[in-house]
């Protein structure tokens, strides 16, 4: 079975840094993308980035660019988002999904790409 597990998550003040890994099993961890999305009360699911693990191609959305950055240790099966100068408004539940898709560009971003999701880790931003 595939699985993915999201952990890392907590309560910080706004300017502090989290990282969050995500641990996959039961695929070749090599051969698919795992994108981080997060969902707010009230909100849609938005996509915050993304790697393509066949050449390491990263993706991140415009609110996080320069903030965040993923990256994944092979030999660990896991990807790690870590997120720096945070603020209130990346308050969320964080999921790690995987899925198999061709176009990254017009695919990391969207929910409906990947086709298996970890529980969520709770990531709450204090003013």
């Known amino acids: 079975d595939v699985q993915l597990q999201a952990s890392g998550g907590g309560l910080v003040q706004a300017g502090g840094s989290l990282r969050l890994s995500c641990v996959a099993s039961?695929?070749?961890?090599?051969?698919?993308?795992i994108g981080w999305f997060r969902q707010a009360p009230g909100k849609e699911r938005e996509g915050v980035s993304c790697i393509n693990r066949s050449d390491g191609s990263t993706y991140y959305a415009d609110s996080v660019k320069g903030r965040f950055t993923i990256s994944s240790d092979n030999a660990k099966n896991t990807v790690y988002l870590q997120m720096n100068s945070l603020k209130p408004e990346d308050t969320a539940v964080y999921y790690c999904?995987?899925?198999?898709?061709?176009?990254?560009?017009?695919?990391?971003?969207?929910?409906?790409?990947?086709?298996?999701w970890g529980r969520g880790t709770q990531v709450t931003v204090s003013s």
């Open positions: 999904a995987s899925g198999f898709f061709l176009n990254y560009d017009r695919s990391w971003y969207l929910a409906e790409s990947f086709g298996y």
């Open positions: 039961g695929f070749t961890f090599d051969d698919y993308p």
